[in-house]
């Protein structure tokens, strides 16, 4: 067996933690391969919730073994504390959960600077948990890495030189006092200690398992129009969610990736600013994002809610690849009368051939919609997809055929159970 990625098809927040749940049961190794603490997967089994940032989700399964690939940015407070909160839920994760010793660790500057950057008046919206200045000193050749916790000496030596910078910049450009560079060499080396026994050679570790016929599910955070190639720029993360992250953020080539599920939520949500064409500012949308329950599982900010944009979804299905696709949420459609679906942008009165990726341009563009009838039923029971109502699968057939997807899962409400998979 190959290799499985898993993305966000839209602006993130679309159900990919109880997916990965869910699917993750038929896999050996899940990765989760960029983004960081600022993700928030998540799945609740019976009566228990679990929110989970930087372990992907695939440790709830109990034979599955899980691994943080280098595309990630750790926060080694978030990480401590996920871990602790799956062992006080009798969830083991020791020989079960390894580091890639290149993933690079946030540190207490990145958080302190990238508060001081939203606290400005060109916001992006980030949750404020230092990812975007961790990414920036790890391509400015700056970053402090997992594998530099084993070399004390040398780990003292970088940070000490790095909060020096930094230090300069707090006080000089932005008044603030700076930072305690003990305080931090102290609370890194002993971090070292807590996650010594978790850190592995990542790359060498899932090409030998694909060579044994293991089978790997590498997992995104974020989503596709978050991408900082391939989304709505500046309004995006500062990694690569879509499928072409997955390799670079593992190091898993991609001659070993077998195919692509997408996930999509059965209407559209963002979070933080950034333009959205068929965002709804009305009754309707707070409807949407009441029933949906639409609050950030990171920040518990309320997300922007719209109608499913398939012109959207059809980009994504090219920018990723994408041969599946896991439909989720598709219950709290259930509440309206009439649904509208986007099927195209008009621009300056003229229909777009594709996707815009200017934001100046996507913030000028028209939805052109076509209008289907609501089914008015409550369909959070339903086990099978012959359980639907006719104007269910009525509308599960259109968005396939205008986003050009093939719908192999469907979730129809946040409970594992509450998902089944679309016999073909």
């Known amino acids: 067996m190959g290799a499985t990625v898993l993305v966000g098809s839209q602006w993130g927040d679309e159900g990919k933690g109880k997916i990965v749940d869910l699917i993750s049961e038929g896999f050996d190794i899940v990765v989760r391969y960029q983004g960081g603490a600022n993700a928030g997967h998540t799945v609740e089994i019976s009566d ?29 407070n978030a990480l401590l504390e996920e871990i602790e909160l799956l062992k ?20 207490p500057y990145h958080k302190l600077l990238d508060s001081i950057s939203e606290s400005g008046s060109d916001k992006i919206g980030t949750t404020g948990k230092g990812i975007g200045p961790c990414y920036i000193d790890k391509y ?12 004390r000496t040398e780990l003292e030596k970088k940070i000490r030189t790095n909060i020096k910078e ?25 971090f070292d200690t807590a996650i010594d026994k978790y850190i592995k050679d990542v790359p060498t570790f899932l090409n030998q398992s694909l060579d044994e016929g293991k089978s790997i599910l590498l997992e995104g955070a974020q989503g596709t129009f978050l991408d900082i190639d391939h989304g709505t720029y500046p309004f995006v993360t500062s990694s690569s969610p879509t499928s072409g992250g997955a390799c670079t953020g593992s190091g898993i080539p991609p001659t070993r990736i077998d195919s692509v599920i997408g996930i999509v939520k059965a209407y559209t949500t963002r979070v933080g600013n950034g333009p959205f064409p068929t965002e709804l500012l009305d009754e309707e949308g707070e409807k949407l994002r009441k029933i949906g329950v639409e609050f950030g599982a990171t920040t518990g900010r309320p ?11 059809s ?25 509208n679906v986007c099927v195209g942008y008009e621009l ?9 990726t200017n934001v100046e341009q ?15 039923t409550d369909i959070s029971k339903c086990e099978r997809y012959e359980d639907l109502p006719a104007k269910t699968i009525k509308y599960l057939d259109f968005i396939s055929q205008k986003s050009g997807i093939q719908i192999d899962i469907i979730s129809v409400g946040p409970k594992r159970k509450q998902t089944f998979y679309v016999d073909q």
């Not at 399964?61 to 990630?72: A, D, K, Y």
């Not at 006080?88 to 540190?107: C, P, T, W, Y």
């Open 88 to 107: 006080k839920n009798d969830i083991d994760v020791e020989g079960r959960l390894f580091i890639s010793q290149n993933a690079h660790l946030i540190m």
């Open 140 to 151: 400015a050749r700056k970053g402090i890495r997992i594998i530099d916790l084993l070399n």
């Open 166 to 190: 930094k230090n300069e910049i707090l006080l000089k450009i932005h008044q603030q006092a700076g930072l305690d560079v003990d305080e931090i060499v102290k609370e890194y080396l002993e």
């Open 303 to 313: 997300r922007r809610c719209g109608w499913f944009d398939a012109f959207l979804v």
């Open 315 to 339: 980009y994504s299905k090219m920018i990723n690849g994408i041969t599946s696709v896991a439909l989720t949420k598709l219950d709290v459609l259930s509440g309206f009368e009439k649904i």
């Open 348 to 356: 300056n009165g003229k229909r777009l051939k594709s996707f815009p």
């Open 48 to 76: 228990q919730k679990y929110v989970l940032h930087l372990i992907p989700s695939g440790i709830l399964r109990e034979n599955v073994i899980c691994v943080i690939g280098n595309g990630v940015v750790i926060d080694p």
């Open 362 to 376: 996507l913030n000028l563009v028209k939805p052109i919609y076509e209008t289907l009838d609501g089914w008015n």
